[in-house]
């Protein structure tokens, strides 16, 4: 079974730049998260899809980042601007479903801010 | 709000000296607990996970943990630790409302020598 997969798997950019990051999760799995992952910190989910529709996004800067999953399979997450403390590791998961507890990670996507 | 709280940001031991990776939770109902796992480069992965069943929970690799309500504790053990054991791992308390949301600690990175 093919995993959660991500790309690109590292981003340079400037700050005030835009960033876009692609997700493509495991076939079949309905629910997909994004987390950001700072470094020395544990991930935070910064927002949750049900198919194509948003659930949480409650913890998502909307002032600057916006993500979505057309057609209830792959995801888009951008960021416009970024921002120096944007730097962070950008995670997606996906989960069968909300009632199924175990969500499969991909590698993330590694961006840095400069 | 769920939360679980890391003891140790980093653990040392030998290769074939016991595991003893530290989390507390907090949480105003029953909750679900989780390990995961993250070895450099790569996704998160679940170790093992408590749901109200069993307190002594077994998971992948050797891993075991307890749940022990009176101590509102999660601990993560091995007896006997392996060069590859050598990670980031994560507690985690999922958080319910409507859907299934994890709300990850801080890390501990355990590090494993000769």
């Known amino acids: 079974e093919a995993g959660v997969a991500q790309s690109p798997r590292y981003k340079i950019i400037e700050k005030r730049q835009s960033v876009a990051f692609w997700c493509n999760p495991i076939?079949?799995?309905?629910?997909l998260y994004w987390y950001q992952q700072i470094l020395g910190q544990g991930p935070k989910l910064l927002i949750q899809?049900?198919?194509?529709?948003?659930?949480?996004d409650s913890q998502l800067p909307k002032d600057r980042f916006s993500a979505e999953r057309l057609k209830g399979v792959d995801s888009t997450l951008k960021i416009q601007p970024a921002k120096l403390e944007d730097s962070a590791v950008y995670l997606c998961?996906?989960?069968?479903?909300?009632?199924?507890?175990?969500?499969?990670f991909g590698p993330g996507t590694r961006l840095t801010v400069t | 709000a769920q939360s679980v709280t890391q003891l140790d940001s980093h653990v040392s031991v030998s290769e074939g000296t016991p595991v003893l990776l530290r989390c507390n939770y907090s949480?105003?109902?029953?909750?679900?607990l989780f390990w995961y796992v993250q070895h450099p480069n790569k996704g998160l992965q679940l170790l093992l996970k408590?749901?109200?069943?069993?307190?002594l929970v077994k998971g992948i690799n050797g891993f075991e943990a307890e749940f022990k309500k009176s101590e509102t504790s999660f601990h993560l053990t091995k007896p006997s630790a392996h060069m590859s054991d050598a990670a980031e791992y994560f507690c985690?308390?999922?958080?319910?409302?409507?859907?299934?949301?994890?709300?990850f600690g801080t890390g501990t990175r355990l590090l494993v020598s000769p």
């Open positions: 998961a996906s989960s069968l479903g909300e009632s199924s507890y175990e969500q499969y």
């Open positions: 076939s079949g799995h309905a629910t």
């Open positions: 899809f049900q198919n194509n529709g948003v659930v949480d």
């Open positions: 949480s105003s109902y029953s909750p679900s």
């Open positions: 985690v308390v999922s958080q319910i409302t409507g859907f299934q949301k994890l709300v």
């Open positions: 408590y749901t109200s069943a069993a307190t």
